[in-house]
């Protein structure tokens, strides 16, 4: 899952990077609203977390301007001011959820996921597919009830496809899902981390679909 | 004495009391002296009135002398007040009246005398009739005098000693009542809560009680605002430091839930840079709140700019240990400003800290003077990213931080640096500079320079250490 992270203060956005990345999310992060209304143009995330007082303006800005394009990506506000009126004033404005600072990392992890499972009209917070079962919340996949050890990467191209069966993603959709701006991309890691996870998964589960991408195969039956 | 009531009381029952003793000694002796014009003149008119009846032989006094005395029927106390006596210049008794003494009133030849006689004081006028041989002698029992003075004097004071209780009554209802607007605010001030600080009513005051009212108003309002200003303070202060904590606990919570060594060392190095960040910040919210409080001192000592800027920088070498190298102007140890040094020293600190942290690595930061027109200005430029246009205006309102802020920043520097210039009298002027960087200037007016003495004893320990 992809984040986007606005937040001023230096310690805690790298601490929201790294920390929302070993929870297997991949986080962008920037630090101003100008930044912020560039990268949602630019790319799709699946979540914000959003600060309020920033540098160059509010954070309401950002969501204003973010509704307005009728983009509908879930959003965390993440902020000092967490009076009743304020967190009115949020979620009013378009905000998905709200936490006060100074907050719990895990519960950050927690309510991005349940954020993009409602945006995604899902219930159960684990996804499953067939014999397939995926937990997000604790990066666990099992097969046939026998777990499967996957690393974060090949977990994240896995939740990417459970999350819509049957749609198709293109590579750079899932690179886009994958890596961070900041991170290099080598030309063949997603064919690396498909081959991967086709091993560990058997097969018939993932399925090229020549020169578009990739997408969780059909019924066979 | 404590209670106004009962000083008023007893200073109005003196002052009345003075005035009724005064009143009634004037009058003993007022009537006294007219009681004794009064009777002397009488005695004089009695006298010759006796000695002209002798005369005119229309009483013998030989014969009169025989007339028994008639028993007085009343002994009303001023009866018999006068005794009349006549004799004969040889000395024998011719005649006297009925309550005269049986020895002579007077040795006196003629005119007012006293004599004792049994204990008592006679008053005596004796005239001498030379033609029949015989002197007449008036007297007046002096007792009797008295008696009439003291009764006198009797009934003035008895009215007043019987009045002087129902005015003791009266002069403390007054008082109780007079005082009346000061219990009332006594008990307004009495009965209110801490926490309300609104104004007393102004309204139907008496004028001595206004000025009170007035004052106490004004603290009220003076304390209020201060309370107010504490609490938005102690707010904006508690919310400044939630994201430094939630920084510090994520950055810990990474820490303790990665087993990579490398996101872990990360993560305690952005702990460290988050408690320094955070301990500037708690240091500059005790700045700010001393620069407000604190009374400036207003005369001011005679400082050596060169020196105090010196002695900063010393100081931010030691906190801040990879500091670029910051220059400072020989000319300042000529500047001699009267003001308060610690106010100018959090001023020029929290500039030069700025500029410090904003600088280039391989940049230096400038401390100069300048003095033009009526202004003497301490400079710090640097040449760093300085601050973009539409931001100058903000950036000295507490807790705004630009797009160019540091790690360490925490908004407060330049709003303490212009809260302290401002106490000093002076204020903070920030520009970009056209080759690049900040120029921050400290400015005074004039009038503070203070001319440096001819033989100052610190000049020449300052010019040594000048430039370092």
């Not at chain 2, 040449?383 to 000295?396: S, T, W």
């Not at chain 2, 503070?448 to 033989?455: I, K, N, Q």
Request: charged share 25%.
């Amino acid at each position: 899952m992809r984040v986007l992270v606005v937040e001023d203060d230096a310690v805690l956005l790298n601490g929201l990077q790294v920390g929302l990345g070993l929870a297997g999310f991949t986080v962008d992060a920037v630090s101003t609203c100008a930044d912020a209304s560039a990268a949602l143009r630019i790319s799709a995330f699946d979540a914000v977390v959003l600060d309020l007082m920033l540098p160059d303006g509010s954070g309401l800005g950002v969501l204003d301007e973010l509704r307005g394009r009728q983009v509908g990506t879930p959003v965390l506000l993440l902020t000092a001011r967490d009076s009743v009126p304020d967190r009115i004033a949020g979620l009013d404005a378009g905000a998905d959820d709200y936490l006060g600072k100074p907050f719990d990392l895990n519960e950050v992890a927690a309510r991005l996921r349940a954020l993009t499972r409602r945006g995604n009209g899902g219930t159960s917070a684990c996804r499953i597919w067939r014999d397939l079962r995926l937990d997000p919340a604790t990066m666990a996949v099992s097969k046939s009830g026998e777990a499967v050890r996957l690393s974060r990467r090949e977990f994240s191209i896995l939740h990417a496809l459970m999350d819509r069966p049957g749609q198709i993603l293109s590579k750079s959709q899932l690179e886009d899902r994958l890596y961070g701006w900041q991170e290099d991309i080598e030309s063949n890691t997603i064919e690396v981390h498909i081959h991967n996870l086709r091993q560990k998964l058997g097969p018939g589960v993932i399925e090229t679909v020549r020169g578009v991408g990739y997408k969780l195969a059909e019924a066979t039956a | 004495m404590t209670s106004i009531r009962s000083r008023l009381f007893l200073i109005l029952m003196i002052t009345t009391g003075v005035v009724w003793m005064s009143a009634i000694a004037w009058i003993y002796l007022s009537t006294r002296a007219e009681v004794e014009r009064v009777l002397d003149a009488r005695l004089i008119e009695a006298a010759r009135m006796v000695s002209s009846l002798i005369t005119s032989q229309e009483i013998d006094p030989m014969r009169a002398a025989q007339i028994p005395a008639i028993e007085p029927t009343m002994h009303a106390s001023y009866d018999r007040q006068l005794s009349c006596q006549i004799w004969a210049l040889d000395g024998t008794l011719v005649g006297r009246s009925d309550a005269a003494p049986a020895t002579p009133l007077s040795d006196a030849k003629d005119g007012f005398s006293e004599t004792l006689i049994d204990g008592e004081t006679w008053r005596v006028y004796a005239v001498v009739n030379a033609d029949l041989g015989m002197r007449v002698l008036v007297g007046d029992n002096m007792r009797v005098r008295d008696r009439l003075v003291a009764d006198v004097i009797r009934g003035l004071a008895l009215p007043a000693l019987l009045i002087l209780p129902i005015l003791a009554g009266l002069i403390w209802l007054s008082v109780r009542k007079g005082l009346g607007p000061l219990n009332k605010m006594a008990h307004a001030l009495e009965t209110r809560p801490a926490s309300d600080l609104s104004a007393l009513p102004d309204v139907d005051t008496p004028s001595e009680i206004k000025p009170v009212i007035r004052s106490l108003n004004g603290l009220f309002g003076r304390v209020h605002a201060a309370r107010e200003r504490e609490r938005d303070f102690t707010a904006f202060a508690a919310h400044e430091l939630r994201t430094p904590v939630a920084g510090l606990k994520t950055q810990a919570q990474v820490a303790l839930g990665s087993d990579d060594p490398d996101i872990r060392r990360n993560a305690l190095r952005q702990i460290v840079v988050g408690v320094d960040r955070t301990s500037r910040l708690m240091r500059q919210l005790t700045d700010l709140t001393n620069a407000e409080r604190g009374e400036a001192d207003a005369d001011g000592r005679r400082v050596n700019l060169g020196k105090l800027v010196g002695q900063l920088v010393d100081d931010i070498r030691q906190h801040y240990s990879d500091a670029v190298p910051i220059e400072i102007d020989a000319k300042l140890n000529d500047i001699y400003l009267q003001l308060d040094a610690s106010l100018f020293m959090l001023a020029v600190r929290n500039l030069m800290e700025n500029a410090v942290l904003h600088s280039r690595n391989d940049g230096v930061v400038r401390c100069g003077v300048r003095i033009d027109g009526d202004a003497v200005a301490v400079t710090i430029e640097d040449n760093g990213p300085g601050i973009p246009e539409d931001e100058l205006p903000k950036v000295c309102e507490r807790f705004y931080r630009g797009r160019n802020k540091t790690a360490m920043g925490s908004g407060l520097g330049l709003a303490i640096a212009e809260l302290a210039a401002k106490r000093l009298g002076g204020n903070v002027s920030l520009g970009n500079r056209s080759e690049g960087g900040l120029r921050a200037e400290l400015q005074f007016s004039k009038a503070m320079l203070s001319r440096a003495p001819r033989a100052d004893p610190d000049r020449a320990e300052n010019r040594a250490i000048s430039c370092s």
